[in-house]
């Protein structure tokens, strides 16, 4: 059974959420991250999902354990953000679909669902591309992002979002950026936000932090990755 849970009201209008699963380089969840630690966003909701890792997260200076999948809300910007610490599964990611579409509708929420397509590294910014579905599809153009410039297959938990929306015919957004296939990617993270996630929400973000951290970042993201693919039934 998936569930959200609230737990503390906000008051949006017509939302855009961010989706951050852990992917390709972690530029979803790099990105979500900046944008909660950013605007300091209020820990709106937790989502409960049968099929998602029964762990218990904590944060550095904080004794109160959470779920690692929660939702982050910021009412002045109207703005969402689906945060998640563990890597989700295609199971999970089709419950949390199924719970997720009745509560985007009732808040009248357009989601964001980020991917990156892996892309050795070079001295050129990563590209970045729109897809749509329904009114999405004119968001991605009214934005100026590129449409792909050649056929692909969005897979791992933001396809299965993706997927859903497509059956269902619901409003989504997809940004697929060019990252390292090897390593977390704070610079694919960064055009995301700024070349994606900005004109779409009308937020302006502010990355500084991120381009300065970028090397700490990476280290971080780079245990956390190693953590998540070393961890078994007993580990922490």
Not at 153 to 167: I, K, M, R
Request: proline content about 7%; hydrophobic content about 40%.
């Amino acid at each position: 059974m998936t569930n959200v849970s609230v737990q503390a009201d906000v008051d949006v209008t017509d939302p855009s959420l961010v989706e951050g699963f852990p992917g390709v380089g972690l530029v979803g969840k790099i990105a979500a991250d900046h944008l909660v630690a950013e605007f300091d966003m209020t820990h709106h909701a937790d989502v409960y999902c049968d099929s998602l890792p029964k762990v218990a997260v904590y944060r550095e200076g904080d004794a109160a354990l959470q779920p690692p999948v929660r939702i982050y809300a910021d009412g002045d910007r109207d703005l969402l953000v689906l945060q998640s610490d563990v890597p989700v599964g295609s199971d999970a990611a089709g419950e949390l679909a199924a719970c997720l579409s009745g509560w985007f509708d009732d808040l009248g929420v357009t989601p964001i669902y980020l991917s990156g397509i892996p892309e050795e590294k070079d001295a050129s910014p990563p590209a970045l591309y729109g897809l749509g579905i329904g009114a999405g599809v004119d968001a991605v153009s009214d934005a100026g992002i590129d449409a792909p410039d050649e056929a692909g297959v969005v897979s791992g938990p933001t396809g299965v979002l993706l997927s859903d929306a497509v059956e269902s015919g619901r409003t989504a957004v997809g940004l697929v950026v060019e990252s390292d296939p090897r390593f977390p990617d704070p610079e694919a993270a960064r055009v995301l936000i700024k070349e994606g996630i900005e004109p779409l929400t009308g937020v302006d973000v502010p990355v500084d932090h991120l381009v300065e951290r970028a090397e700490q970042i990476r280290s971080a993201k780079e245990r956390l990755a190693k953590r998540m693919q070393d961890a078994g039934e007993e580990s922490t």
